[in-house]
């Protein structure tokens, strides 16, 4: 365990069985909270920093990481089955969405599988990722970066910034509070996966795209068709001339109107 890192976790101070780290530069805070996983941590602790230099995004893409937006990591040991720990990142984006709206935010959508868009343009992204625990149990960490001050400039996609979305400056510290209280919900409501309908329903009530037409790009290559929805376990539904397709894991370019398609993929610099 890291000493000093161990000194800083303290009680949450609003949300009872809840511990949080406030740390000032890191690496990545979903870096600290995986050593803490591995180490013995019993989880339930939220590890936040005011700016990372290694910030990661899905695929072990860049996440630029300056002062000003929030960057938080839940560790959370044993949350359930382990073939259902990915739907970790429907709880959380159901949660950081309800976060956001608390705030007064409109126009926001989430978008398949982890990001959360304002008009379009990425504002959010969750890092959902899982360890084995040194007495072997399931440590999933699910890391929540937010432009809330300042969006990264040079991606080939939209972004924007809360504060632009919600007219007025939003801090880090402000939004966590909402999203550490909406997080601690919606893994109840999840129930260790027995209410993954209800979260799946609630997601898709924000989701951008459904029923519209896609593009998905995985290593087998890319193809089109209309978005249907998420299975059971929260596969996106594909529906092609061919059939439907249930698709785990891959890029998403919405390609409605509305929609912002990323040609040159889903990338920050
Ligand atoms: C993505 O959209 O690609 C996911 C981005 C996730 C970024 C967050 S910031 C806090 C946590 N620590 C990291 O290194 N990554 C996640």
Known sequence: MNALLDRRIEPEPFIAGWRIARLDRVGSTND???TLGIAGDPGRLWVV???QTRGRGRKG???SSPPGNLYASALIVDPGPPALAPQLGFVAGVALAQAVEDL???EFALKWPNDLLWRGAKVAGLLAESVTTKDRRLACVIGVG???RSAPDGVAYPVAALGQA?????????LLLRLARRFHEALGLWARGAGFAEIRALWLAVAAGVGEPIRV???RGARKGLFEGLDASGRLLLRTPLGVEAIEAA????LSPAGPDAPAGDERT
Do not use: Q
């Open 251 to 254: 890029d998403l370019h919405l």
């Open 217 to 219: 790009s995985d290593p």
């Open 104 to 106: 007064g935010g409109r």
């Open 49 to 51: 920093a005011k700016e």
């Open 166 to 174: 919600l007219e007025r400056d939003v801090g880090p510290e402000a």
């Open 146 to 148: 937010v432009n809330c």
């Open 32 to 34: 600290e909270a995986r």
């Open 61 to 63: 893409r860049f996440w």
